[in-house]
């Protein structure tokens, strides 16, 4: 548990580590070559060479995680007498001679004595060939499995042992994916448990080199070595899946890990999702402004209503009707009117053309009109005022009759 854990932590931050010490390596190489700058983080240059170093880092992460994996698998019974599993019962018993006269007891001590002990009671179990097929296949653990005695039981008691490894891991898939952002990485992730399924189903199910003729089933089928055969000849069924358990680890993290890093179009939103989203916004969108032109109306009404000569109470706004309702005609018109002429204003004013030079021009003389008018009424304000008219000062001068 504490070795998965280490390895989860690593692949969470060692790649990143490691891929910018190097870059940054590689741009002092290449400005010390080339003698260039290197490329500013921010560009699309940059980007290619993060990712490529991030692969390469990856790539070789993977490859140590393989090896350091394959080194920690246990020796079987034919690597520990140094024979290949498809050794027949003569070379095996000579074999284990040649090991007893190594390591037994009375010549190492009693520091080899279990070991000796595992290799001789293994030893007499495979002379058994079914005991020695369910070996291949399950490694020692068959070795406690009493109650079986034939292929079948032995197949059927395996097959229910490792199916609890594959039951935890897709339930564990399922749930990372439940809980887990949706993302096309999934899918591959599936994809790559139904390989180890597939293969580890074959191993199990095909004829091992090392199986004598125990039954009708065993002769019909030829075996064929794998590519696991090849490069670890020595080994057998039940070691290759474990490798291969711990190759889908390394591989599912590090699929998680890279495919953001090279593939960012794959990381792009499910559009489901995102048309839901979509919709959900403009739901939000559409109540915000039903609220805000409600809250413009009112506000209009208030206004509206101080014009007209009628006092109302402000709680008696939201039952009354439209102002076009209540205002008198000619109220209305005026309003209209004046809504028109700052409409046709506002749209001069916005407009370029010959109606909004004419619309300038008529603009400033009007300007200049006002301006004139003001500056005849100051020069007026300046001279002095007549003095005024009183019933005093008055004189009447009676009209002189022409008669005689």
């Known amino acids: 548990m504490s070795a998965a854990l280490f390895r989860i932590v690593g692949w969470s931050y060692l790649p990143d580590f490691a891929t910018k010490q190097a870059l940054r390596v590689i741009h002092r190489i290449y400005s010390s070559i080339?003698?260039?700058?290197?490329?500013?983080?921010?560009?699309?240059?940059?980007?290619?060479?993060?990712?490529?170093?991030?692969?390469?880092?990856?790539?070789?992460?993977?490859?140590?995680?393989?090896?350091?994996?394959?080194g920690r698998i246990t020796s079987n019974f034919y690597e520990l007498l140094g024979v290949y599993p498809n050794s027949n019962d003569a070379t095996l018993k000579t074999a284990f001679r040649g090991f007893a006269r190594k390591y037994h007891p009375d010549r190492v001590g009693p520091s080899g004595e279990a070991l000796f002990i595992e290799v001789r009671d293994a030893f007499e179990a495979l002379k058994n060939p079914v005991v020695r097929?369910?070996?291949?296949?399950?490694?020692?653990?068959?070795?406690?499995?009493?109650?079986?005695?034939?292929?079948?039981?032995?197949?059927?008691?395996?097959?229910?042992?490792?199916?609890?490894?594959?039951?935890?891991?897709?339930?564990?898939?399922?749930?990372?994916?439940?809980?887990?952002?949706?993302?096309?990485?999934?899918?591959?992730?599936?994809?790559?448990?139904?390989?180890?399924?597939?293969?580890?189903?074959?191993?199990?199910?095909?004829?091992?080199?090392?199986?004598?003729?125990?039954?009708?089933?065993?002769?019909?089928?030829?075996?064929?070595?794998?590519?696991?055969?090849?490069?670890?000849?020595?080994?057998?069924?039940?070691?290759?899946?474990?490798?291969?358990?711990?190759?889908?680890?390394?591989l599912s993290v590090a699929l998680s890990r890279v495919a953001p890093v090279l593939f960012p179009s794959l990381m792009q939103g499910d559009p489901i999702m995102d048309q839901q989203i979509v919709r959900a916004m403009a739901e939000r969108l559409g109540a915000l402004a039903k609220n805000t032109e409600r809250e413009l109306s009112i506000m209009l009404d208030t206004e509206l209503l101080a014009i007209h000569e009628t006092p109302m109470v402000t709680s008696e706004l939201s039952t009354l009707p439209r102002p076009h309702e209540i205002l008198k005609s000619d109220i209305m018109h005026a309003l209209t009117m004046e809504m028109e002429d700052v409409a046709v204003e506002n749209k001069l004013k916005s407009e370029v053309g010959p109606v909004k030079t004419a619309w300038d021009f008529a603009v400033d003389k009007e300007m200049k009109k006002r301006a004139q008018g003001r500056r005849l009424h100051e020069i007026a304000d300046q001279l002095p005022s007549p003095p005024p008219e009183t019933g005093q000062g008055k004189i009447h001068i009676r009209a002189r009759s022409l008669s005689l």
């Open 34 to 70: 080339f003698h260039r700058p290197p490329p500013d983080p921010r560009t699309p240059t940059y980007a290619l060479h993060y990712r490529l170093t991030f692969a390469t880092v990856v790539l070789c992460y993977l490859i140590y995680n393989f090896l350091d994996a394959s």
């Open 133 to 250: 097929f369910a070996y291949d296949r399950f490694g020692p653990d068959v070795l406690q499995w009493k109650e079986c005695t034939t292929m079948r039981e032995y197949l059927r008691r395996g097959l229910l042992s490792s199916s609890l490894y594959h039951i935890m891991t897709g339930a564990g898939l399922i749930l990372f994916s439940a809980i887990g952002k949706p993302s096309p990485i999934a899918a591959w992730r599936y994809l790559l448990f139904l390989c180890l399924f597939a293969s580890e189903l074959y191993l199990l199910l095909a004829p091992s080199p090392s199986t004598s003729p125990p039954s009708t089933f065993v002769d019909a089928i030829t075996s064929h070595a794998t590519i696991l055969d090849v490069v670890f000849p020595k080994r057998i069924v039940y070691q290759h899946i474990l490798l291969l358990h711990q190759v889908f680890f390394f």
